[in-house]
């Protein structure tokens, strides 16, 4: 079976493996894959020994198979699926229960939320909600939030671990508009974990990096309508544990 997988990276410490899916159904002006499309994690983006701008699309893609191939090997608790976008690839049913029978993991989905695929092999979803106002989130993904905003409710009927997290973006996405995102997962439930990340510039845009000020000042602003809410400044020193490419 053919799918969207195209890289793989473990993390032993976590008995972890995340697995990147090529494909997106917005066009975010701001994505981290107009970089490179390897997991920012490895330690030779890090360090800056190697570049990842020489290769912008996959050389080749996984069939489910090999994918098996490579994680049996693995001590495996957990299962990240992530990419660009994971729940477009058409088998992502099979490919999650495949790893449910196999290795008996708990299976993340990290996604836009604008599809919902079948999520009965699907133990934890992490929405990434780009913007909450209708004319931003769509100048900035090319989407209606609507859609997005009508699936987080059908995630959280669900039953499913659900969390959410907004990417402050310096001069576009600031602590105005992630107050906005916080109410709006507040109107869902207040205990909904909600995460406030940093903008690393990537592409053709003016947008500089998130400082910890920045974080710090929304994390509490957000705090106000939701239970739990963090936040990280992305620095190099906040990254624990060895990643390993394992494609």
């Not at 008995?15 to 701001?30: E, I, P």
């Not at 058409?90 to 196999?102: G, L, M, Q, V």
């Not at 576009?172 to 205990?191: C, H, T």
Request: aromatic share 12%; net charge negative.
């Amino acid at each position: 079976m053919k799918t969207n997988i195209y890289h793989i990276t473990y993390t032993p410490e976590t008995s972890s493996a995340s697995l990147r899916f090529w494909g997106c159904n917005m066009t975010c002006q701001g994505c981290l894959c107009k970089e490179g499309i390897f997991d920012h994690l490895l330690k030779e983006y890090r360090t800056g020994k190697e570049s990842q701008t020489q290769q912008f699309k996959p050389s080749r893609f996984l069939d489910l198979e090999e994918v098996d191939r490579q994680l049996s090997s693995l001590n495996l608790k957990r299962i990240f699926l992530t990419g660009e976008e994971a729940t477009i690839d058409p088998h992502y049913a099979e490919i999650t229960a495949d790893f449910h029978a196999r290795y008996h993991t708990e299976n993340i989905l990290y996604t836009n939320g604008f599809f919902k695929p079948s999520t009965e092999n699907t133990d934890s979803v992490e929405i990434g909600i780009k913007a909450i106002s209708d004319d931003l989130h769509k100048w900035y993904t090319g989407r209606d939030v609507n859609i997005v905003k009508q699936n987080f409710i059908k995630y959280y009927e669900d039953g499913i671990n659900l969390t959410a997290a907004t990417i402050f973006i310096p001069g576009l996405v600031e602590k105005e508009e992630i107050e906005k995102v916080a109410r709006f997962i507040s109107s869902v439930d207040k205990k909904i974990p909600y995460f406030v990340l940093p903008y690393f510039p990537a592409g053709n845009n003016p947008w500089r990096k998130t400082n910890l000020t920045e974080i710090e000042q929304t994390v509490q602003v957000a705090s106000k309508y939701l239970y739990n809410v963090s936040g990280c400044q992305g620095t190099e020193q906040e990254i624990l544990f060895d990643v390993q490419r394992v494609v």
